[in-house]
């Protein structure tokens, strides 16, 4: 164990699909923050309006990050000690799954689940001590804003699947197994 975690990863206590953010209360992890994003349709098309955020207390981006990844690949899990993410599906269709592994939080052990795609355009926001990943339901195109202005390996620890830490947390509601 490196001292990104610094403290023994134990097994999430409930899992919560999130449908619609505003009206979960206390499933929601504290901290998360989910914004359904606007989407403006003609019949020439339509857009999101992705940078159109509230601002969120103590979180200042300072890098964006573009990513692909692979029909049937799950990239979990993951956490920062010093980084909170932004994400934001661009492209294709993701579940998104977050595990408070924050000792001295009150949603300690609760796993939150957020399907996000073009046809549910969603950013979500990942505070530092919160174990995240996704498993790619279609080939996804992830956009990402950071907290730091590069990225700094000394800072995540990675919770690969297959992993004694993974099958500690317990989430087994993937629809792959092994990737």
Not at 42 to 70: A, C, K, Y
Request: hydrophobic letters at 35%.
């Amino acid at each position: 164990m490196n001292d990104i975690v610094e403290h023994e990863i134990t097994g999430m206590r409930k899992n919560v699909i999130i449908y619609h953010p505003e009206n979960m209360g206390e499933n929601l992890i504290k901290g998360v923050k989910i914004f359904p994003m606007r989407k403006n349709l003609d019949d020439r098309g339509w857009n999101n309006e992705v940078w159109h955020l509230p601002d969120i207390e103590g979180f200042s981006p300072q890098m964006f990050t573009d990513t692909f990844t692979n029909a049937g690949t799950i990239k979990a899990f993951h956490i920062h000690k010093g980084q909170d993410d932004l994400f934001y599906v661009m492209e294709g269709h993701a579940k998104i799954v977050l595990v408070d592994l924050r000792p001295d939080s009150p949603t300690f052990g609760v796993a939150n689940t957020i399907n996000c795609s073009r046809d549910w355009p969603r950013a979500v926001f990942i505070p530092r001590g919160v174990a995240h990943g996704y498993e790619a339901i279609t080939d996804v195109r992830l956009a990402y804003l950071i907290s730091r202005d590069h990225y700094e390996p000394s800072d995540e620890k990675k919770i690969p699947p297959g992993s004694e830490d993974f099958k500690k947390i317990g989430y087994n509601d993937w629809g792959i197994k092994h990737r």
